[in-house]
């Protein structure tokens, strides 16, 4: 089986940097997304990780250890619009190249001003 | 149009009734799967589909079942709704890329 832990809620003040943590614990593993939903919305895609480091995109950026089954997104420059719910998933290998998803139970940050 | 669609949006439904969720999408992904969503729970998986013809039960699939007409659709029934069913239900597809694509969801209600 699989065990994703993260943070309940966070808040974090307008402007700022914020870093929401994730580890699991996973056999098979084959890589770490983050997806960002806002509330009563669908989740969307903000990033993958499979090989260990930090991945950037923008304001965003990701960091994975597999050896220490842990993973961090990291915001910058924090918006309102940033409020959401951010969800850590791990994938891992079924077996006959067949793999699935699992979701952690998902950060609430709050950005106040 | 979007690229995964749920019908319907909301749905408020008596106990004992049978309900069908509807899926369908344009990515032509063969990967399809129904996950429900409850407050402090997060997303977990009720049934998967990677062809047509290959159904699998996931964390959660006790009172429901699934039908995968085609590559595109993928329904999600209740037999006989129940009021801890009412949840937020999320289609999603899944390419040869990194993640999911998730349809808008479907706020179900059981009184």
């Known amino acids: 089986g699989q065990n994703i832990d993260q943070p309940t809620e966070m808040t974090a003040t307008e402007g700022a940097i914020v870093q929401i943590n994730c580890t699991y614990q996973?056999?098979?593993?084959?890589?770490l997304f983050w997806y960002q939903q806002h509330a009563g919305e669908a989740p969307t895609f903000l990033s993958y990780?499979?090989?260990?480091g930090l991945e950037e995109k923008g304001r965003f950026s990701s960091f994975l250890s597999r050896s220490k089954g842990y993973s961090y997104l990291l915001l910058k420059e924090l918006q309102m619009k940033d409020s959401a719910s951010y969800l850590c998933?791990?994938?891992?290998?079924?077996?006959?190249?067949?793999?699935?998803?699992?979701f952690g139970k998902g950060t609430k940050l709050s950005v106040i001003p | 149009d979007a690229d995964v669609t749920q019908t319907p949006r909301n749905r408020i439904t008596k106990t004992g009734k049978r309900i069908m969720l509807e899926c369908s999408q344009t990515k032509g992904h063969d990967r399809m799967y129904w996950y429900r969503q409850d407050p402090g729970l997060g997303l977990r998986l009720i049934y998967y589909?990677?062809?047509?013809?290959?159904?699998n039960k996931g964390e959660i699939s006790d009172g429901y079942s699934v039908s995968r007409q085609a590559q595109a659709k993928f329904s999600l029934s209740l037999e006989s709704a129940i009021p801890n069913q009412t949840a937020l239900y999320f289609c999603a597809t899944q390419g040869q890329d990194y993640g999911y694509t998730f349809g808008s969801g479907t706020r179900l209600t059981v009184v």
């Open positions: 589909s990677f062809d047509v013809k290959d159904i």
């Open positions: 996973t056999s098979g593993f084959n890589g």
């Open positions: 998933a791990v994938r891992a290998l079924l077996g006959a190249g067949s793999y699935q998803l699992t």
């Open positions: 990780n499979v090989l260990d």
